[in-house]
């Protein structure tokens, strides 16, 4: 039986909380389009694209809708990386394309995927954090890129009222490589509470099936004992 969720386009698919959308977008009969510059483990459709790059994101969004017979369903940003440590140590360059990859990058991949959505009153998960409704030291880069997505999926719901759903995830931390190329100081300490990347992933389909008219706007998923919540 195929689906209802369709073909849903997920940046960052290949690792983390975008992998196991994917597994689970693949286990409910859907059909995942992965945007990611490594190669996923399964085998999808999928684009090696680096996501701070518009002009190439909107072609890589354009080839997997040829890809899936010109229709999207849904799209899901889970793409995101980060660079810690205070403003001043931390290079320009590197301070910037965090922003560039979470925030800017979230919007490119939605703006090329938004006239396929629009055909098919698809829906559109955003990613933020809970640093991105609580700020800590070391982390400006990712703040400012996460509380702008906040900003971009309220405003963006707003301005697709009717014809796109838009759903905000905050998710805490979870057990993922993410947190692997960080300095000792700045990993999570061997007795932190992290979320499983597969429960999030469930919320997230949650958010993509839900019916016409009904709209799930935003979603916290963390562990009860997250220490960045509230």
């Keep these: 039986m195929k689906s209802s969720l369709g073909n849903v386009i997920v940046s960052g698919g290949s690792s983390g909380l975008g992998a196991a959308t994917v597994r689970a977008l693949l286990s409910r009969g859907a059909n ?9 483990d399964i085998d999808v459709p999928f684009e090696c694209v680096d996501l ?3 002009g190439a994101v909107h072609d890589a969004v354009a080839a997997l809708a040829d890809r899936a017979d010109g229709r999207l369903d849904g799209v899901f940003t889970a793409a995101g990386i980060d660079s810690c440590g205070p403003l001043d140590d931390v290079a320009a360059r590197d301070w910037e394309r965090v922003v560039q990859v979470n925030l800017f990058g979230t919007a490119a991949v939605i703006r090329a995927a938004l006239p396929y959505l629009k055909q098919s009153k698809g829906r559109i998960v955003t990613c933020a954090s809970t640093l991105g409704i609580k ?30 759903g838009v759903t905000l995830l905050v998710p805490g931390g979870m057990h993922t490589a993410f ?4 300095t000792a100081q700045y990993k999570p300490p061997a007795d932190a509470v992290l979320n499983d990347p597969d429960h999030v992933a469930d919320t997230v389909i949650f958010a993509l099936g839900q019916p016409a008219g009904c709209e ?13 919540w509230p």
């Design 52 to 54: 701070a790059d518009t």
């Design 216 to 228: 799930l706007r935003e979603l916290v998923v963390c562990a009860s004992t997250e220490s960045s």
């Design 179 to 182: 947190f692997e190329s960080r």
């Design 32 to 40: 995942p389009l992965v945007l990611d510059k490594n190669a996923p």
């Design 135 to 164: 700020a800590v030291s070391d982390a400006t880069a990712y703040c400012a890129s996460k509380f702008g997505v906040v900003g971009f999926s309220r405003a963006l719901a707003a301005e697709l009222a009717g014809d796109v």
